[in-house]
């Protein structure tokens, strides 16, 4: 299972390099390819266009995904109980992120764009973490069949695209951090 998550996240990953942001077109897609293909297309680069992160940013963060959560496993209860296929396709497009970080931020008491920021920034981080085994959520990476692009970003570290304080910052937050992202990608890429 894990393995088959890191391979469709991978190819997520691939099709968001290539410059499409859209929704998918099929609900069914929902908010795996939704949440994986933002993961995966907008890393904390070391080009500098990483959000510099404050322990503010990370309380607000965990406000905000704790929210984007509970948004989520509604959705998926909705979908689950749904007597038509307009129900079920609005509740999977529920579980959309361009359907839940509003409230997210909302929660989390930032504007959409800051909160898209950090949370970007964060699942990121978090994403290379689980990839290379560092921590121990529900992704995996084969890197056998990998492009040379995805190899080199595996080994590398995911913080060393942090500015340091940032770096610092969420570090010191990572054990309260952790379990909530991990639940969120579960509920997401992982489809509960």
Same mark, same amino acid.
């Given at each position: 299972m894990r393995r088959l998550a890191g391979l469709a996240l991978a190819g997520v990953a691939a099709i968001a390099a290539c410059g499409s942001r859209d929704k998918p077109a099929d609900p069914a897609a929902g908010s795996a390819s939704s949440s994986a293909a933002s993961t995966a297309a907008t890393p904390a680069s070391g080009t500098g266009t990483a959000p /510099? +992160?404050?322990? @503010?940013?990370?309380?607000?963060?965990? $406000?905000?995904?704790?929210?984007?959560?509970?948004?989520?496993?509604? %959705?998926?209860?909705?979908?689950?109980?749904?007597?038509?296929?307009?129900?079920?396709?609005?509740?999977?497009?529920?579980?959309?992120?361009?359907?839940?970080?509003?409230?997210?931020?909302?929660?989390?008491?930032?504007?959409?764009?800051?909160?898209?920021?950090?949370?970007?920034?964060?699942?990121?981080?978090?994403?290379?973490?689980?990839?290379?085994?560092?921590?121990?959520?529900?992704? /995996? +990476?084969?890197? @056998?069949?990998?492009?040379?692009?995805? $190899?080199?970003?595996?080994?590398?570290?995911?913080?060393?695209?942090? %500015?340091p304080a940032s770096r610092e910052a969420l570090q010191a937050q990572m054990n309260r951090l952790v379990p909530p992202w991990i639940e969120y990608v579960k509920l997401t890429a992982v489809a509960g």
């Open positions: /510099e +992160l404050t322990a @503010a940013d990370l309380d607000a963060y965990a $406000k905000g995904i704790a929210r984007e959560t509970e948004l989520v496993r509604a %959705a998926q209860q909705r979908a689950q109980t749904a007597t038509t296929p307009q129900a079920r396709g609005e509740a999977q497009q529920a579980q959309w992120e361009d359907q839940t970080i509003p409230e997210g931020a909302r929660a989390a008491g930032l504007s959409p764009e800051r909160y898209r920021a950090v949370r970007n920034t964060v699942h990121s981080t978090f994403q290379w973490l689980d990839f290379q085994g560092k921590i121990d959520g529900p992704l /995996e +990476l084969d890197t @056998a069949h990998a492009a040379p692009e995805m $190899k080199a970003r595996f080994s590398r570290d995911p913080f060393d695209d942090l %500015a």
